[in-house]
């Protein structure tokens, strides 16, 4: 049986035009949020394809330590390098703004789409062309510099595929600028009349910082990409010290851009996860001027610590202290949330959903990515720690374990609304399972074995260097992660041909992208101005079966996209002071 | 104000409100659609800033650390040329100004006129711009790295032709070859180039982008597709336009007047 | 060049923006080549050390003349300037962070080139 709000059966933004060309070429945002998705995950089973080839390479026993190639060692440094490029500037920081934003944020407005549909095209067949740069690059050398890219040895003896991945890299942050000057013209712009800022879904407040970091920050990796292009066709001599130039300006340059991206890629599964918890703890979430506040404040705060990432550079003594110092102060809107979240569920009713599972395991993935980043912060013991697994392991905690699997939840969460169909079963959850554990066995490890020394970039390290049972692990916690990951494409891929009909508010949130039919039709909403209140007022709506999912306790008589059923439905408690004209 | 949606599907609300010729499917209103477009370019505008910044720090940086040397390098851009430049992007950032009031008024002769001045303008900064760098690269007054540059530290490495070109005054009003100078210094002075270069070059390219939006200004323009309710595209044109000029304002003395 | 700024309503229909008077942008104008002039003179004179500054600060000028009246900023919401102010305040900061690193180390470099660094004559 069909649901009354679900649109499979009807007109809807995924049927209502059809041929390639009119998804390559469209301007519906939700259709270009999906085409992301996909590019997204396309561009991760080609980071995780690398990803497996070093962990592979490092199990004890593959490779035979002693007699290694220059050949095979190359290989090994270009696959640590095609892994963090693809999966830095292909996968994490478009992943949530450019997916999960594109699709729900105009429709979490009431708005019909972003401020600049057409330049939100241009943005992804921008990422398209980053894509095939990088990928260009398997096909006419070896890219060996690591995803940093630094000078003197990616100026100097490396082969040109720089050049090419740079180029990529350069047009991929165009991408991002475009994504976020969008998202900031939207929220400043297209808000409905009585969503007023601090009546903002949270999700909203955490892609608004994102946009302010994106567009901030990107141009300089802009220029910083530029400058080494130029330094490295031309000689320009601005990173070279024989000269005159400084390669340390270029680690400058680089981490500008580089920490506050971490954020970019942070903050938006920050956003999610306030969803996650308000939604599935049937609560208001807890403190949501301070969750909102400390988006923006992680937003700021972190473009003044970057210095952190270059204590053994060469930096000065002087400001390697400063940079410790600040560093410090961006642990604290990070740690604000995460107690925010936990507070929510105290006396919530909380609601195992896949999403909220992925949620909830990233309090405790999150929690030890976000502790760890403290040793590193502190100059002391980042002393010990730099260029080891110790770093490693903690952005690999926040980033996969944060970022992405903030992702893979909001994927899950607002799945209903893409494809009106549900993925929520036991196959989901064992998938998150598998992934949890195999993240925790593949990760772990590499804190102790990085503590004590396994330098970082070694394409491998002989069992006299005492790491053996360190890499072993982590590698079957690799495979063990790749079949959770899978498999949670695969619940997902098989939910979209078999998955129960969704409703349009299976999960009982309040925000506005529930209140429209699932899946929503082209410009997003059937009925016109309807009044905005507190996003989390959790009363709003009511639970009516697994079927029809949750309706609102008072419904209004003019949507005709539930005509059929019984109830009129309204979405929200009229205001009267500000009602609609 | 309403977000009422003059959305022709809408059952009974918005179907007799009309939609105004120049308003996009998306926006409720004349004045958000020209808002987020004003924003947009701000925002647009904002992270050129960014995009240039590197090279102010890298000017910053090096200067603060040579700067006998950029004193002595500064001598090699003409200071004349310069100013004319600077003079020729103020008054086109004045027509183009003057042609964003002309859309607003519906003036629609003089609006082409103020745009094809403009376009006037951005090549003749670019053909002066030629002028000087040619003269550069016949001189061998370039960056260090280049082939013919007669800034490069050994001066076994200068090349021949380029050997009769390298003579400079020095701090003492003396004409000196500069394969005389110390080796440190020479090529150092290399530096100054790589940075004026890079400064001027990407300048450049954003007067070059901002000709090629001023064509597209004017062909649409002639047609004359703007008007009162409908000037968003020149305003947006010419904000940038303006931002090529703001650049050139601080680029102007940071390299030609060092003295 | 008959300028029909007054025949309009005192307040635009459609109140988009407000058009500039013709009379203040080419006072700006002029004001500019003004600004220019000075600089290109006062940058041929030493200002005991102040050289630089005293040329920021007349581009400054400039620069805010072109910000307020030639793109609007004086009529628009203050919103807008506070971006661009905010974008600058942004380079100040990478700007003043790099360059307190630079300096520090220089000195160390500087000196091992002093010492070490033997160039063919």
């Known amino acids: 049986m069909t649901p009354s709000t679900n649109t499979l059966e009807r007109t809807n933004y995924l049927n209502a035009t059809k041929g390639f060309m009119s998804w390559f070429w469209t301007i519906d945002h939700k259709r270009l949020g999906l085409m992301y998705m996909w590019s997204v995950i396309a561009a991760f089973i080609l980071g995780g394809f690398f990803a497996l080839k070093i962990r592979m390479t490092l199990m004890p026993g593959a490779v ?3 007699n290694q190639t220059a050949e095979q060692m190359n290989a090994y440094n270009n696959a640590f390098t095609v892994h963090g490029a693809v999966m830095i500037f292909l996968v994490i920081i478009p992943s949530i703004p450019a997916a999960l934003g594109n699709f729900v944020v105009p ?8 401020a600049f549909p057409r330049l939100n095209r241009f943005s992804y067949h921008l990422w398209i062309i980053g894509a095939l740069l990088f990928t260009g690059t398997f096909f006419i050398g070896n890219l060996d510099t690591g995803w940093t890219f630094y000078p003197p040895y990616s100026t100097g003896s490396t082969d040109n595929t720089v050049i090419l991945a740079t180029l990529g890299a350069f047009i ?25 800022w601090f009546r903002m879904p949270l999700f909203l407040w955490a892609i608004y910082a994102t946009a302010v970091i994106q567009i901030l920050a990107t141009p300089v990796i802009g220029i910083s990409l530029l400058l080494l292009l130029v330094e490295k066709t031309m000689s320009i001599g601005i990173f070279n010290p024989e000269l005159g130039g400084d390669p340390v300006f270029f680690q400058h340059l680089f981490w500008f851009y580089s920490h506050p991206a971490v ?9 999610v996860m306030s969803e996650l918890f308000a939604t599935f703890s049937r609560k208001p979430i807890f403190g949501y001027k301070s969750i909102a506040m400390s988006s923006l404040a992680i937003a700021l705060f972190s473009f003044i610590v970057w210095g952190h990432h270059m204590f053994l550079s060469g930096q000065s003594q002087l400001m390697s202290v400063i940079f410790s110092a600040l560093t410090f102060s961006v642990a604290v809107p990070s740690a604000i949330k995460v107690f925010n979240w936990i507070a929510t569920m105290y006396k919530g009713s909380v609601a195992f959903t896949t999403p909220m599972i992925y949620g909830m395991s990233i309090i405790w993935l999150f929690g030890i990515g976000g502790l760890t980043g403290l040793f590193l912060a502190t100059l002391g013991t980042d002393v010990q720690f730099h260029d080891t697994y110790f770093v490693v392991a903690h952005f690999h905690y926040v980033m996969v374990g944060s970022a992405l699997f903030g992702f893979i939840g909001g994927i899950y969460y607002w799945w209903p609304k893409m494809y009106g169909r549900m993925a929520d079963n036991a196959m989901t959850k064992l998938a998150w399972l598998l992934a949890f554990i195999g993240f925790n066995l593949t990760f772990l490890p590499q804190f102790v074995g990085g503590s004590r020394g396994m330098p970082r970039r070694y394409a491998g390290y002989g069992t006299e260097a005492g790491y053996d049972s360190f890499n072993y692990w982590s590698t079957i916690g690799a495979m063990i992660l790749a079949v959770g990951l899978t498999m949670a494409l695969g619940t997902l891929i098989y939910s979209m041909f078999r998955g129960r009909k969704a409703p349009s508010n299976p999960w009982g949130g309040v925000t506005l992208e529930w209140q429209t039919p699932t899946p929503p039709p082209e410009h997003n909403f059937e009925i016109d101005a309807f009044p905005v209140g507190d996003p989390y007022d959790m009363n709003l709506c009511e639970y009516k079966g697994e079927e029809e999912g949750f ?19 309204v979405y929200f408690e009229p205001e009267s002071e500000n009602a609609p004209a | 104000m309403s977000s009422t949606t003059a959305d022709a599907h809408a059952g009974g609300h918005g179907h007799g409100h009309d939609h105004p010729k120049h308003l996009a499917h998306h926006f409720e209103t004349l004045e958000q659609q020209y808002g987020s477009g004003k924003l947009g370019i701000w925002t647009f505008l904002l992270t050129e800033v960014l995009f240039f910044s590197a090279l102010f720090v890298a000017y910053t940086m090096y200067r603060a650390q040579y700067p006998e040397v950029f004193q002595f390098a500064s001598q090699y851009l003409d200071t004349n040329l310069g100013a004319i430049n600077t003079i020729v992007l103020l008054f086109s950032s004045l027509t183009v100004a003057w042609g964003v009031r002309n859309a607003m008024l519906g003036q629609h002769k003089m609006l082409c006129i103020n745009l094809l001045l403009t376009l006037a303008c951005a090549g003749g900064f670019m053909g002066i711009k030629y002028v000087e760098y040619s003269h550069k690269f016949h001189e061998g007054t370039l960056w260090g790295g280049h082939v013919d540059s007669i800034f490069k530290a050994d001066p076994a490495d200068i090349s021949e032709d380029m050997k009769e070109h390298s003579h400079a005054w020095n701090g003492d009003g003396e004409l000196v070859a500069v394969k005389d100078l110390d080796p440190v210094f020479r090529q150092r002075l290399g530096l100054f180039f790589a940075v004026y270069f890079c400064l001027t070059g990407l300048h450049g390219i954003h007067v070059l982008i901002g000709m090629i939006l001023l064509t597209w200004l004017l062909l649409r323009a002639m047609k004359k597709e703007f008007g009162p309710d409908h000037f968003g595209a020149i305003d947006f044109g010419g904000l940038y336009w303006h931002l090529v000029d703001l650049i050139w304002i601080f680029l102007f003395p940071l390299l030609y007047l060092i003295s | 060049m008959a300028d029909s700024s007054h025949n309009h309503d005192a307040h635009d229909d459609h109140g988009l ?40 600060v007349i581009a400054t000028c400039k620069a805010t003349l072109v910000c307020l009246i030639f793109m ?8 807008l300037g506070m971006i661009f102010l905010f974008s600058v305040l942004f380079v100040g900061l990478f700007l003043a962070f790099t360059f307190l690193d630079s300096n520090e180390y220089n000195a160390d470099i500087n000196e091992w080139v002093r010492d070490n660094m033997t160039i063919s004559q």
Do not use: E, W
């Open chain 1, 172 to 196: 991929l942050g165009f991408s991002s600028i475009f994504t976020g000057l969008n998202f900031i013209v939207t929220i400043h712009k297209m808000r409905p009349a009585n969503m007023t």
């Open chain 1, 551 to 569: 309706l609102p306790v008072n419904p209004r008589a003019d949507d005709p996209c539930v005509a059929d059923v019984a109830i009129d439905p």
């Open chain 1, 263 to 271: 954020y970019i890629m942070i903050l938006p599964g920050m956003g």
């Open chain 3, 17 to 56: 923006a407000h058009p500039v008077p013709l009379k203040l942008l080419f006072a700006v104008f002029f004001t500019l080549v003004g600004l220019t002039i000075l600089t290109v003179i006062t940058g041929q004179m030493t200002f005991a050390g102040f050289d630089l500054a005293l040329a920021m």
């Open chain 3, 72 to 79: 609007h900023l004086k009529y628009d919401k203050p919103f």
């Open chain 1, 107 to 114: 429709i979490m407005l009431g708005a019909k789409d972003v």
């Open chain 1, 64 to 66: 035979d330590f002693a």
